[in-house]
């Protein structure tokens, strides 16, 4: 059975830091591409940042470029990996539901198979 599931969300003033996790199983994950997408109220889901199996090509939204760094942990086992979104310096304009996906390649989140429920981030003062 494949599972994302993400957790680390929560709510923090502007200019602060927040982790993301995803944690996914039951599939060779250790060979995906893996990406971080958000959603605002009222607005279409957007892309973040997504890295490849070997770590060795990540990718950002003009928008993130520089305050969010994407990090993978294949583990030794190819069955569980991890995902993480480190973001800093916040913006009131980042706050959203954060997704993870897998199975797909590119910034659309059309282009994504495989999806995670989201956790919620609130960058207010």
């Known amino acids: 059975q494949v599972q994302l599931v993400e957790s680390g969300g929560g709510f923090v003033q502007p200019g602060g830091s927040l982790r993301l996790s995803c944690a996914a199983s039951g599939r060779t994950f250790s060979t995906y591409i893996v990406a971080w997408f958000r959603q605002a109220p009222g607005k279409e889901r957007e892309f973040v940042a997504r890295?490849?199996?070997?770590?060795?090509?990540?990718?950002?939204?003009?928008s993130v470029k520089g305050r969010f760094t994407i990090s993978r942990d294949n583990g030794s086992n190819t069955v569980y990996l991890t995902v993480y979104l480190e973001m800093n310096s916040l913006k009131p304009e980042d706050t959203g539901v954060y997704y993870c996906?897998?199975?797909?390649?590119?910034?659309?989140?059309?282009?994504?198979?495989?999806w995670g429920q989201g956790t919620q981030v609130t960058v207010s003062s």
């Open positions: 996906a897998a199975g797909g390649d590119g910034s659309s989140w059309l282009g994504y198979r495989y």
């Open positions: 890295i490849n199996w070997s770590s060795s090509n990540t990718r950002y939204a003009d």
